[in-house]
């Protein structure tokens, strides 16, 4: 399996092997996550989705290397993390990994430009200078950003997040419903920016969301239900993810 | 609304555990105050109640008995053969020098043997009594100091140094009395051979036990008759006991509000914490709140629900307080009777109603006090806010009034003009505590500026952290400084704290230096030779042997006059301007000879005296009218000074010197060895050297300075628990960010040290901010102590300051400790689940 995956590592950027996760014991034990085999392409716009339960935080909490699994491996540009002690781990997110939240993604006490170089400051890395640049411009928060995020509006912090976890140019961005908490127009805005991250800046995004409409922006998407891969969909619009959906019966 | 906030307070218990310790501890330290108080007084009566015991009729000598020096013999027999008097005994005490092992005396009190048992204020503990001349028996404590033991021989120092033995009979545990009180070694000797030694000193006090089928007023009514003189106060025992127990509730009282002042400051620190608390506690509550407000709850409801559990928290930590408070008590009986030598004392826990009383009132109301103002802020939550989705509990972030630095304006300017009154005015004492008022004042006005200080002083002291540590360092700064208002209220409680230890330990150290400048001043010579026991002057042969000594360049000798209206010093006139030099303020020291005085200038103001005036100075053995010649001062010296000739007029029945000043020759070694060779032989002459007098003092000092700091360290552990518990409120009220940074590339280490950071930046706040205004107001003080004759050098102890930041450094880590331990535990995911 491993061999596998050395074999195509130049163009994939995450793999799941097995996965498992198990929550609780006993009588009362659930399977979040029950032999999940999935890759992600590198320069790929990935959504995961599936139904409430049906495991698609679990998994990329697993592959982001949030959470610790019970069985199975992943790799992210080639490195096995599921053996990673914590410290591995975190250097890991900071270095390779770029996040972006439902809500609460910014520190309150720090500035919009704060926020944004803030892992590479963690990381102790100068920020690209000129990137940087490019990224502020392209999300429109040149203005913005010498402000705190309370005087943000919910779009402009979701799109400092995006900045933030573009900014140190990792291996894969997760984005965790990263619209949940928008409305539609600040939400297109966030998704237009991923994907145009991802086709012109050649990134790589992992997006979990129950919304058919942000699906679509993705150049594929991965059904999941009750804990086991239930499909894909290759350029997928809003009505076949919904189609599909509504046949995994959500 | 009960069962609401019964499962409001089960879920919070947590949280609310570390205030309750906050109150527990202040309402410990207030009963603890109080029982040890109420324990002091029973031992105090027991033990004064000896000396009074048997005791059914006393004659005291009144005041204005004129030529009437003590109780002769025959008023003794008066009383003895008034009608209903069973048995009398005269009470009487004088020092004897005891010589110890090393041969030199050291004071001891010796009390005549009772013929009356009853009348004995002292219990046999091993062997007899004294029944012949040549026997007595010695207090356990002492035999034991002394290394005495019963059958061996104890030498006292009789009348002109003459050595009388005698052989130890008995050992005996004696009650409390003035004497036994001073913790002086004790005897008892028969009354023949007590009177042998001193035949003119008379006893003070009869008493006398009734006989069978009289009441002590009856006896009392006799006695009076008897004596025939009103010169005499006779009581009933009953009386005196009273008489005696009144002055040792008073004695014990003072003790008691010296701590409860201290007391007093713990709980204005532990109000503090509880405050935070509940502000912070409702401030995370905002959604609760608001949804209890949905559902109907009025905002009357919603407050007495805060102040229900302000109550409950109260009444629980009053328990656990008073409880500790015992434990408190107990352990401060220990080592007080550890400092005064009394360490078999029983330990007194005596639990009256009224401490019980004061520790639920104490923790209850200081509790219940503290949260209403939160319990208004709680009020205030819209029924709205339960329908906002982000929970932003960084209320009322920097929003500070005019109306603030308006109000802490007008407590500033009043402080320092309370100060500046305090400053101008006369006296030692008043000036003190109207300048100690305006620095309160000031320290309120602090408090209420606190606020706005926070930016700028938190900005000043990250740039260290943020420079040694970075990012978790930057991001603690930055945590300190998101709500002024919170780290304010934390880091006023160890402020409070850290200023009242800054502003005692600056005086203390003031006052230290000031007295060793001033031992400096007053021994000017290299050694002084004194006299171990107070009352016994040094032999004159003494100063001419020293002065025959090689090494020894110049003596001086002086004596000691008790006048009717002062004490005066007798030196010889060549040590004039030489081993002895005050200040002089007007007229001339040299005109210093028979027949003049030159008076102390406080004295002399006191008295209505100048420079040519004339006084007339009585001794118990003569008298004589004296020109002032000049006014001195800067030394703690007596009333005024005479030459040795005047002084051997004023008393010709003292003979001998209550010190000899030695100067070496210059470049003498070995002086002390030489001096040594003479004293050694005299048991009385003990050896002074100014570095041996200031070792003496500023060990005392610091003794009182520790207790001090003892005492008030309790405030600034109740401080530490506020840092610890508002570390921990906001550590559980930041576990979504803490998940944040953890997801985006915060070690957990980093995490620990970035709240280890916060906990250090509130400690040093608050301790900075103490230390400024502690260090400031004990210079105020200082000066305000100062007089004109008595100029107190302000002095900064750098040393004890830097131990202070050093200690509040270290505490802050140990605060921070939990909370640290609890964010880094909290898994990434579980935390971003948080709501």
Known sequence: MSALVSDVGIRTAVAASGLVKVYGKGDTAVRALDGVSVEFQAGRFTAIMGPSGSGKSTLMHCLAGLDNVDGGGVHIGGTEITSLGDKDLTKLRRDRIGFVFQAFNLLPTLTAEANILLGLELAGRKPDRQWFDTIVDVLGLRDRLKHKPTELSGGQQQRVACARALVSKPDVVFADEPTGNLDSRSGAEVLDFLRMSVRKLGQTVIMVTHDPVAASYADRVVLMADGHLAGEIDSPTADSVLSALKHLGA | MLRTIIAGLRARTARLVL???????????????????????????????????????????????????????????????????????????????????????????AVPLAATEELREYDLADGRYPSGVDEIAADVRTAETAKLSIGKTVTLLGKDDQKREYTLVGTYKQGVGEVSM??????????????????????????????????????????RKALGSDIYTVQTGEQLTEDTLRQVSSQSAQFTT???????????????????????????????????????????????????????????????????????????????????????????VPVTATTVLVAFAVGVVVTVLAAVLPARKATRVAPVAALRSQLDSSEEVSRTGKLRVLFAVLLGVGGAGTILMGMRMEGEEAPMFVSGAGTMLLLAAVLVLGPLLVGPVNRVLGALPRALFGVPAKLASANAGRNPKRTAATTAALMIGVTVVAMVTVVANSAKETANAQVDQRLPADYTVTSSVYDRPLPVALAEQLAAVPEVAKVAPTTQLMGDRGYFTGVSK???????????????????????????????????????????????????????????????????????????????????????????????????????????????????????????????????????????????????????????????????????????????????????????????????????????????????????????????????IGVMLAAAVVAAVLAAALPARRAARTSVVAGMAEA
């Open chain 2, 574 to 800: 060549d040590a004039l301007g030489d081993l002895f030099r005050p200040t002089v303020e007007s007229g001339a020291l040299g005109d210093l000879r028979e027949g003049t005085i030159a008076l102390n200038a406080g004295y002399a103001e006191e008295q209505g005296l100048a420079v040519g005036s004339t006084t007339t100075v009585k001794t118990g053995n003569g008298s004589q009218e004296l020109k002032v010649v000049a006014l001195i001062s800067g030394q703690r010296l007596a009333d005024g000074v005479v030459t040795l000739e005047t002084s051997a007029k004023l008393d010709p029945v003292s003979d001998g010197y209550d010190s000899i000043m030695v100067k070496l020759e210059p470049g003498v070694a070995n002086g002390r060895a030489a001096v040594e060779k003479i004293t050694d032989a005299s048991p009385l002459a003990v050896i002074d050297s100014a570095a041996e007098t200031k070792a003496q003092l500023n060990e005392q000092l610091d003794k009182v300075l520790a207790f001090v700091w003892a005492l008030i360290g309790l405030a600034v552990v109740i401080a530490l628990f506020g840092i610890a518990n508002t570390l921990t409120l906001s550590v559980l009220e930041r576990t979504r960010e803490s998940a944040l940074l953890r997801a985006l590339g915060l070690t957990k280490g980093q995490l620990r040290l970035m709240l280890v950071v916060e906990s250090i930046l509130m400690a040093l706040m608050g301790a900075a901010i103490g230390l400024v205004l502690g260090v400031g107001f004990g210079w105020v003080i200082t000066k305000a102590l100062s007089s004109d004759t008595l100029e107190l050098a302000v002095t900064i102890p750098f040393g004890q």
């Open chain 2, 182 to 223: 001073s913790g002086n070694d004790h005897l008892v000797l028969t009354p023949e051979a007590y009177t042998a030694f001193n035949p003119e000193r008379l006893p003070y006090q009869v008493v006398a036990v009734a006989a069978d089928g009289f009441t002590q007023q009856q006896v009392a009514d006799n006695v």
């Open chain 2, 19 to 109: 205030s309750s310790v906050a109150i527990a501890l202040g309402v410990a330290f207030v009963t603890g105050t109080l029982v040890l108080g109420d324990a002091m007084n029973a031992s105090m009566r027991d033990e004064f109640a000896k000396s009074a015991r048997g005791v059914d009729v006393s004659v005291y000598l009144s005041g204005g008995g004129g030529d009437v020096k003590g109780i002769t013999p025959e008023t003794l027999e008066k009383v003895r053969q008034a009608p209903g008097v069973a048995g009398a005994d005269a009470r009487a005490f004088q020092q004897v020098p005891l010589i110890a092992t090393n041969g030199k005396a050291k004071p001891a009190f």
């Open chain 2, 258 to 348: 010296f701590l409860l002042a201290f007391a007093a400051i713990s709980l204005v620190v532990a109000a503090m914490v509880i405050y935070n608390t509940f502000t912070i506690l409702v401030a995370q509550r905002t959604r609760e709140l608001a949804l209890m407000r949905c559902v109907g709850a009025s905002r009357k409801q919603v407050f007495r629900g805060v102040l229900a559990e302000a109550l409950v928290m109260g009444l629980a930590a009053s328990v656990i307080g008073l409880l500790g408070g015992l434990g408190v008590s107990a352990l401060l009986q220990k080592v007080i009777g550890g400092f005064g030598g009394g360490a078999d004392a029983p330990v007194r």
